[in-house]
């Protein structure tokens, strides 16, 4: 019978590690409590002292997107925010900054996480809805001289694998809830195509049903960004978190 050999654990080397992990959490947080305000803080200055006609907002690597292609593509000026939104108060925030400013903004950007704005109001609905209507909705009515282009960010494949099976569902919903009365008022909103085919039993959005179609095989973006299934079959209802 072999002899099991149990290496002594180095209670120096555990608190190490420990401390290692102290540092990193430390170092973690203080760059959300310093480098995110300060870039907040540098953005409303731009937005207050510069000349432009255009804002891109984003709740997704907003240094992803470079600020030049505006003049060379568009023909217009623009301000390409580089804190990250958060949540539909952040965003009201920077879009009174940008309107109550000198210029007239012509053409406004925004990038939305749909799941990220449902953990923001704290999945419930009322608040959801409130903070649609008053911190959005309110300035597409405002200034309906402006043209608001919305673009749905999509999460990795990756990002799936991480998260529920329900998320799914709910991310489909809160873009159906997101874009119905943006459409309604003009508002241009495009869903990103998905970064990888998600292979899924799951239910998705048909527009102007207010259902679910049950779909066997993979979710994709149709060329208008409408959400359909592969191979549709029988209705379902909604089974979502979010406005059930």
């Not at 072999?2 to 992990?21: E, S």
């Not at 241009?188 to 048909?206: D, F, G, I, N, Q």
């Amino acid at each position: 019978m072999k002899k099991t050999y149990r290496f002594p654990i180095n209670p120096i080397v555990g608190i190490k590690t420990v401390f290692l992990l102290l540092v990193i959490l430390a170092a973690g947080i203080l760059y959300l409590k310093i480098q995110e305000p300060a870039k907040r803080s540098a953005d409303f200055t731009r937005l207050q002292q510069e000349s432009y006609q255009g804002v891109f907002f984003s709740m997704y690597a907003p240094e992803a997107f470079p600020e030049d292609i505006y003049p060379t593509y568009m023909g217009y000026d623009a301000v390409v925010c580089s804190h990250r939104i958060a949540s539909f108060s952040d965003l009201s925030d920077y879009l009174e900054t940008a309107f109550s400013s000198d210029n007239e903004v012509t053409h406004v950007f925004l990038m939305l996480d749909p799941l990220l704005l449902w953990d923001s109001s704290l999945h419930q609905n009322a608040l959801f809805t409130a903070s649609l209507e008053e911190k959005l909705l309110a300035y597409v009515d405002t200034y309906a001289g402006a043209e608001f282009t919305v673009i749905f960010s999509t999460p990795s494949l990756a990002y799936w694998q991480s998260h529920a099976d329900d998320d799914l569902d709910t991310y489909c919903n809160v873009i159906r809830i997101l874009a119905a009365p943006q459409e309604q008022r003009g508002v241009k909103c495009c869903r990103r195509p998905l970064h990888h085919a998600v292979s899924t039993e799951r239910c998705h959005a048909v527009p102007g049903d207010g259902k679910l179609q049950q779909s066997g095989a993979v979710f994709r973006t149709g060329a208008a960004g409408s959400l359909f299934p592969c191979h549709l079959s029988r209705p379902v209802r909604l089974r979502s978190r979010i406005f059930r």
